[in-house]
């Protein structure tokens, strides 16, 4: 699956071009990416890593909520849908049912790319719905789009 993304577009180089374009923060803005695939979540780290972001990982659903329901604060949360335990759609909403956490921004990254399941996760609160495969440009966009407000 990994062979889906091309190298050049994942390349060091072009990332921190990317990164000098499109980041504006002084602090570091800290996500938490909950996919249960192991080299996506090694792209997305390296990705996000790159462009300035302190990032999270997490394997599950369960993993994900313990960690959201903890003392970390988060930017912004990246989600799969299908994770084992809980899915990123049953996180979503139990995220948009804490108070104190329900407006952090949450970004669903998915291989599930069905109108249904986009309907579902606008209406239970997500920020945006990628598909994967997924451009890391368009995704570092988006981030910062909704992260800083652009």
Do not use: W
């Not at 799969?80 to 335990?85: F, L, Y």
């Not at 239970?124 to 789009?145: M, Q, V, W, Y």
Request: charged share 30%; proline share 5%; with cysteine.
């Amino acid at each position: 699956m990994l062979g889906r993304f091309p190298r050049r577009s994942c390349s060091k180089k072009g990332l921190q071009l990317m990164h000098t374009a499109v980041h504006r923060s002084t602090s570091p803005k800290r996500i938490l990416i909950a996919d249960d695939e192991p080299h996506i979540r090694r792209i997305l780290q390296t990705v996000l890593e790159i462009a300035g972001f302190e990032v999270d990982l997490r394997r599950d659903g369960n993993d994900a909520l313990e960690a959201v329901r903890g003392d970390e604060h988060y930017d912004l949360i990246l989600l799969d849908i299908m994770m084992p335990g809980a899915t990123g759609l049953e996180v979503l909403g139990k995220i948009r049912a804490l108070d104190e956490r329900r407006s952090t921004p949450v970004v669903i990254l998915t291989a599930k790319g069905q109108d249904a399941d986009r309907q579902e996760a606008f209406s239970l609160g997500a920020d945006d719905f990628l598909t994967k495969p997924f451009s890391p440009k368009k995704l570092l966009a988006r981030i910062h789009e909704i992260i800083d407000g652009d």
